[in-house]
């Protein structure tokens, strides 16, 4: 069965077009069906799909692999486009997570930016 893996978003960009943004998301294809692993921290998986015309509505499912601002924030406009779909993740990922700096000072927000309550539509 052909695997295939597509970046949509990470902290580096080597193509003219293609955006980078401190995040991470990535298609996985498999046979025929597709995959979204996390949605990147914004809006550039979703502007990089567009760039790389992969059509984010052919998409099956999405899986988070975790909480990570990095990792989900760009879910909302990822759904936006796809309508409704089935997320995979651990139920903590509505957990709230905070880092610090290195001394363990100033702590920060640093999961899903979105309540479990609220939509993401």
Same mark, same amino acid.
């Given at each position: 069965?052909?695997?295939?893996?597509? *970046?949509?978003?990470?902290?580096? &960009?080597? @193509?003219?077009? +293609?955006?980078?943004?401190?995040?991470?998301? #990535? /298609?996985?294809?498999?046979?025929?069906?597709?995959?979204?692993?996390?949605?990147?921290?914004? *809006?550039?998986?979703?502007?990089? &799909?567009? @760039?790389?015309? +992969?059509?984010?509505?052919?998409?099956?499912? #999405? /899986?988070?692999?975790?909480?990570?601002?990095?990792?989900?924030?760009?879910?909302?406009?990822?759904?936006?486009?796809?309508?409704?779909?089935?997320?995979?993740?651990?139920?903590?990922?509505?957990?709230?997570?905070?880092?610090?700096?290195?001394?363990?000072?100033?702590?920060?927000?640093?999961?899903?930016?979105?309540?479990?309550?609220?939509?993401?539509?």
């Amino acid at each position: 069965m052909k695997v295939t893996l597509r *970046t949509l978003c990470e902290n580096t &960009a080597g @193509t003219v077009g +293609v955006e980078a943004e401190w995040g991470w998301s #990535i /298609l996985v294809e498999i046979g025929n069906e597709r995959i979204l692993v996390d949605a990147g921290a914004g *809006t550039v998986a979703l502007k990089n &799909a567009d @760039t790389m015309r +992969v059509d984010l509505r052919s998409i099956d499912k #999405i /899986l988070l692999s975790h909480a990570h601002t990095d990792h989900s924030g760009g879910l909302r406009p990822i759904l936006k486009r796809t309508g409704p779909l089935e997320i995979i993740a651990h139920p903590a990922v509505w957990e709230e997570k905070f880092k610090t700096d290195l001394q363990g000072h100033d702590p920060q927000y640093n999961g899903i930016p979105y309540a479990k309550s609220g939509s993401l539509f």
